[in-house]
């Protein structure tokens, strides 16, 4: 998903897990490498990469806090995006429903 369709998506007042780019993933289930979030939990940006996350074409995706260089790094097995931690405007925290 690249950032203006991100930002598209957010924008509408559906909630997240019915919008139709999200409910395209979240349809397949969720990824065997999935890692549990715990709501209301605050935790410092891992030293790892964390996975088990998937794109909208369903590929899996690896995001990287890249510190020393004030980076985020958004990875596929095809490529790596590189973002500047200073163009991360807002998050987007959603509830996975059924």
Same mark, same amino acid.
Do not use: Y
């Given at each position: 998903?690249?950032?203006?369709?991100?930002?598209?998506?957010?924008?509408?007042?559906?909630?997240?897990?019915?919008?139709?780019?999200?409910?395209?993933?979240?349809? @397949?289930?969720?990824?065997?490498?999935?890692?549990?979030?715990? %709501?209301?939990?605050? /935790?410092? !940006? *891992?030293?790892?990469?964390?996975?088990?996350?998937?794109?909208?074409?369903?590929?899996?995706?690896?995001?990287?806090? @890249?510190?020393?260089?004030?980076?985020?790094?958004?990875?596929? %097995?095809?490529?790596? /995006?590189? !973002? *500047?931690?200073?163009?991360?405007?807002?998050?987007?925290?959603?509830?996975?429903?059924?």
């Amino acid at each position: 998903m690249d950032v203006v369709e991100m930002e598209k998506a957010t924008t509408t007042k559906e909630p997240l897990c019915r919008q139709k780019i999200h409910r395209k993933v979240l349809d @397949k289930g969720l990824p065997e490498d999935v890692m549990p979030g715990i %709501k209301n939990l605050k /935790e410092s !940006l *891992p030293p790892v990469p964390l996975s088990g996350m998937l794109n909208k074409h369903g590929g899996k995706v690896r995001l990287t806090f @890249k510190l020393e260089s004030d980076q985020l790094w958004l990875s596929t %097995k095809e490529r790596t /995006e590189k !973002l *500047p931690m200073g163009s991360i405007k807002s998050e987007v925290i959603g509830a996975r429903r059924d």
